[in-house]
T-cell receptor
Framework: DAGITQSPRHKVTETGTPVTLRCHQTENHRYMYWYRQDPGHGLRLIHYSYGVKDTDKGEVSDGYSVSRSKTEDFLLTLESATSSQTSVYFC???????????FGDGTRLSIL | TQLLEQSPQFLSIQEGENLTVYCNSSSVFSSLQWYRQEPGEGPVLLVTVVTGGEVKKLKRLTFQFGDARKDSSLHITAAQPGDTGLYLCAGLSSNTGKLIFGQGTTLQVKP
């Protein structure tokens, strides 16, 4: 399996604070993704990256931004967290186009 | 917007029973993947089906891709407690090249 590490694994914060989640992969994968998982919704794509400094929006991108300055790191930022962003966030990556994705173990984020 | 409807959302059965999980869409997908997820972990790929009508078997699990590549099913024979988990289908969109996930099926197999 691809070595994908997400940090932190758990975070509790207050409404209005900035939050950054980190995804680190050691497989030199080109493509990286951020999803959120909520009951009854499966996984929904927030943002994705197809290379260093190349990112694009997914279906639920409002309130989120991303950055990818190195192949191995993909950061997800909530500029001003809201309670609706309480969720479990998953990072995924793969090497070639149209390949199965390898997932991290998730970050459980609670916004009070 | 492409949607993938997965059913049932919850399933609780006794060990030894058979079950089928369905994923349906009105859209055509390039391929369809099935994942299994344990609590506190990320989804792990079980199988990818690519060709319409394709059937793949993984021990007691049988995966089928519909002829029109709009739907898929997962059948588990003689379920065991170790099969307990969340099963997710995901279709690769022909339009965007991105995965569209179903809502997931939470399976509990009681001994």
């Amino acid at each position: 399996d691809a070595g994908i590490t997400q940090s932190p694994r758990h975070k509790v914060t207050e409404t209005g604070t900035p939050v950054t989640l980190r995804c680190h992969q050691t497989e030199n994968h080109r493509y990286m993704y951020w999803y959120r998982q909520d009951p009854g919704h499966g996984l929904r794509l927030i943002h994705y990256s197809y290379g260093v400094k190349d990112t694009d929006k997914g279906e639920v991108s409002d309130g989120y931004s991303v950055s990818r300055s190195k192949t191995e790191d993909f950061l997800l930022t909530l500029e001003s967290a809201t309670s609706s962003q309480t969720s479990v966030y998953f990072c995924a990556s793969h090497s070639q186009h149209i390949q199965p994705q390898h997932f991290g173990d998730g970050t459980r984020l609670s916004i009070l | 917007t492409q949607l993938l409807e997965q059913s049932p959302q919850f399933l609780s059965i006794q060990e030894g029973e058979n079950l089928t999980v369905y994923c349906n869409s009105s859209s055509v997908f390039s391929s369809l993947q099935w994942y299994r997820q344990e609590p506190g972990e990320g989804p792990v790929l079980l199988v990818t089906v690519v060709t319409g009508g394709e059937v793949k078997k993984l021990k007691r699990l049988t995966f089928q891709f519909g002829d029109a590549r709009k739907d898929s099913s997962l059948h588990i024979t003689a379920a065991q407690p170790g099969d307990t988990g969340l099963y997710l289908c995901a279709g690769l969109s022909s339009n965007t090249g991105k995965l569209i996930f179903g809502q997931g099926t939470t399976l509990q197999v009681k001994p």
